[in-house]
C-alpha cells in the first residue's frame, strides 16, 4: 500500500521569504501526487498534481512542486510567501487505477511572520 | 454553482445517539468520499462511491454507514455515536479525473 510522510508538522516563515514544503511518498511504481491547500476552518482546496510529464508542475497561487523519482518526493516550493499563505498543507498520492482514493500525509502548518 | 455542500456543519451528540450527515454536489461528478480528520493524523477514507447506488469502504469504516441513492447526495451515517468519532467530516467529490473537491467540513463532538 502507498504512503506519505511530510516530516515537517509546523514551519514558520517571514513574508517574503522562500517557502519549501517536504514530501515523500512509498509505492513501487510512479503515483499520481497532489498537494491540498486547508485554510482554518475550510475544507481543502487543490494547489497543484503530477500525473506524468514534466517533473516541475505549476499550481495555482504561485505555487510550484518538482517530482524526484529518485528520491521519491514532491516537495512545494514558493519564491515569496504572503501572509495570507498561512494554512494547513496536505500532500496526498493516488494510484493509477483505484477509483482515484487518495492517501494523505498528516499535514504540515505554514505560520508566516510578518 | 454551489459546489460540495455539507449540513449540517456542527453537530453535538450524546454517546449512543444516532445521525446523518449529508454531502450535496451539484457539479455531476461520479465519485464521491467521505473523510474523516484528526488532529496530527491528516484525512482518512471512511466510504467512498463510485456511482449511485454503490459504495465502498475506506480505510476507517466502523462505526459508520453511507447510501447513494441519488448520484448528488452522499450519506454518512452513525447508528450509535462514540466519542472516539468526535472529529472533523469532510466531503468530497470528482469526476473521474482523480481532483477532488471538498466541502466545507462538520464540526461533529460525542460527549
Same mark, same amino acid.
Given at each position: 500500500?502507498?504512503?506519505?510522510?511530510?516530516?515537517?508538522?509546523?514551519?514558520?516563515?517571514?513574508?517574503?521569504?522562500?517557502?519549501?514544503?517536504?514530501?515523500?511518498?512509498?509505492?513501487?511504481?510512479?503515483?499520481?501526487?497532489?498537494?491540498?491547500?486547508?485554510?482554518?476552518?475550510?475544507?481543502?482546496?487543490?494547489?497543484?498534481?503530477?500525473?506524468?510529464?514534466?517533473?516541475?508542475?505549476?499550481?495555482?497561487?504561485?505555487?510550484?512542486?518538482?517530482?524526484?523519482?529518485?528520491?521519491?518526493?514532491?516537495?512545494?516550493?514558493?519564491?515569496?510567501?504572503?501572509?495570507?499563505?498561512?494554512?494547513?498543507?496536505?500532500?496526498?498520492?493516488?494510484?493509477?487505477?483505484?477509483?482515484?482514493?487518495?492517501?494523505?500525509?498528516?499535514?504540515?502548518?505554514?505560520?508566516?511572520?510578518? | 454553482?454551489?459546489?460540495?455542500?455539507?449540513?449540517?456543519?456542527?453537530?453535538?451528540?450524546?454517546?449512543?445517539?444516532?445521525?446523518?450527515? %449529508?454531502?450535496?454536489? #451539484?457539479?455531476?461528478?461520479?465519485?464521491? *468520499?467521505? *473523510?474523516?480528520?484528526?488532529?496530527?493524523?491528516?484525512?482518512?477514507?471512511?466510504? *467512498?462511491?463510485?456511482?449511485?447506488?454503490?459504495?465502498?469502504?475506506?480505510?476507517?469504516? #466502523?462505526?459508520?454507514?453511507?447510501?447513494? %441513492?441519488?448520484?448528488?447526495?452522499? %450519506?454518512?451515517? %452513525?447508528?450509535?455515536?462514540?466519542?472516539?468519532?468526535?472529529?472533523? *467530516?469532510?466531503?468530497?467529490?470528482?469526476?473521474?479525473?482523480?481532483?477532488?473537491?471538498?466541502?466545507?467540513?462538520?464540526?461533529?463532538?460525542?460527549?
Amino acid at each position: 500500500a502507498q504512503s506519505v510522510t511530510q516530516p515537517d508538522i509546523h514551519i514558520t516563515v517571514s513574508e517574503g521569504a522562500s517557502l519549501e514544503l517536504r514530501c515523500n511518498y512509498s509505492y513501487g511504481a510512479t503515483p499520481y501526487l497532489f498537494w491540498y491547500v486547508q485554510s482554518p476552518g475550510q475544507g481543502l482546496q487543490l494547489l497543484l498534481k503530477y500525473f506524468s510529464g514534466d517533473t516541475l508542475v505549476q499550481g495555482i497561487k504561485g505555487f510550484e512542486a518538482e517530482f524526484k523519482r529518485s528520491q521519491s518526493s514532491f516537495n512545494l516550493r514558493k519564491p515569496s510567501v504572503h501572509w495570507s499563505d498561512a494554512a494547513e498543507y496536505f500532500c496526498a498520492v493516488g494510484v493509477p487505477g483505484t477509483a482515484s482514493k487518495l492517501t494523505f500525509g498528516t499535514g504540515t502548518r505554514l505560520q508566516v511572520t510578518l | 454553482n454551489a459546489g460540495v455542500t455539507q449540513t449540517p456543519k456542527f453537530r453535538v451528540l450524546k454517546t449512543g445517539q444516532s445521525m446523518t450527515l %449529508l454531502c450535496a454536489q #451539484d457539479m455531476n461528478h461520479e465519485y464521491m *468520499y467521505w *473523510y474523516r480528520q484528526d488532529p496530527g493524523m491528516g484525512l482518512r477514507l471512511i466510504h *467512498y462511491s463510485v456511482g449511485e447506488g454503490t459504495t465502498a469502504k475506506g480505510e476507517v469504516p #466502523d462505526g459508520y454507514n453511507v447510501s447513494r %441513492l441519488k448520484k448528488q447526495n452522499f %450519506l454518512l451515517g %452513525l447508528e450509535s455515536a462514540a466519542p472516539s468519532q468526535t472529529s472533523v *467530516y469532510f466531503c468530497a467529490s470528482e469526476a473521474r479525473t482523480y481532483e477532488q473537491y471538498f466541502g466545507p467540513g462538520t464540526r461533529l463532538t460525542v460527549t
